[in-house]
């Protein structure tokens, strides 16, 4: 049940900071702002602003920013969001998702905070029987700046990258000794390695080097985990569409409650094992698995799908295309019957998901 309660409150806040940063920015832009709440059905605190009207909800799932002429499509006054320049509505559009990300960076940074140091992408070793050690394969001391072509910024991105291979070569651009080297074809695969008397596949390779966590390091490897945060979506985005991943790997609300459960256990378990408090162990499990979904949100909002930012964003530029063609904007109710039909696919997503979901809880 406190798991539960911890998802539905995650998703509250990350909804309601998503409405702030819509709200903030329509008020920097002069956009008339109706109402501003906190939380959805009926109002529990109601407070009339100047020309905004404040609300906290009954329900602690999001709440919105409801701006002057945004359901309707049409108003005369000035300050209704349609008839706004288009750098401040998408300047407002993109504030939710800028949110997002921001708490999911601050929140990765004061996770960081009490580091002492960062694994870093250099290679500090090899396994025993490494057949590549060498000027023409790999050395001591090679930082990995690429796999197949993706930047490497942390150490797991090497693991990573390398799964996603072919498992027979790989292309690899290493620093070494202050200068780039490619490494075109090489042929570094999983084979087995023995490790603690038992054989393992493995690549072979150790990355156990350290940076001090100074404050610049802190900042940098939060900004990095961000980064890599937003490709791991857009990675997973892409094995969906390929068909490399199914629906019964997709989580929905239901499976994120089950994966905060674990995430919680999982962390106790840990900090109890190391010796340190078990609360403190599952708290920052859950805060680095609330960074990763406000991040998740920020990339899924941009998606040009009607009824996200990002199909708000793409019906901005279909017009601006329309009006420097035709001279008149789409026609507001088309527009309007697209959302909707945006909106019930996403629902009907939802629901596909809730119920595999549940067919997963009861082992389907």
Known sequence: MLYILIAILMFGILIALHEFGHFAAAKLCGVKVNEFSIGMGPQVIHKKGKETD????LLPIGGFCAMEGEEEGESRDPRAFPNRPWWQRLIILLAGVFMNFLTGFLIILCLFSGAQGFYTPVISGFMDGFPLEGEQGLKVGDRVLS????????????SFFLNRTDGVSVDLTVERDGRK???????LAPRA????????LMFGLYLSNVEKATLGAKLKNAW????????????????????????????GPLGIVDMVGQVGEEGAQAAQEAGTSAFL????SILSLVAFISINLSVMNLL???ALDGG????????????SIRGRKLDPKYQGWVSAAGFICLMLLMLAVTVSDILKKFGV
């Open 54 to 57: 404040y609300s906290f909800r």
């Open 304 to 306: 040009p799908i009607p």
């Open 193 to 200: 390695y023995e490790v603690n008397g038992e054989s393992r």
């Open 181 to 187: 080297v490619e490494l075109k074809d090489l042929p």
């Open 312 to 323: 708000q964003i793409l019906f901005m530029a279909v017009n601006g295309v329309l009006l």
């Open 147 to 158: 796999v197949d072509g993706h930047a490497v910024y942390l150490q797991q991105d090497v």
């Open 224 to 251: 990095f985990q961000s980064v890599d945060y937003v490709r791991m979506v857009w990675v997973s985005l892409g094995d969906l569409v390929t068909g490399a991943v199914g629906l019964r790997d997709m989580s």
């Open 281 to 284: 162990g599952a708290l920052t």
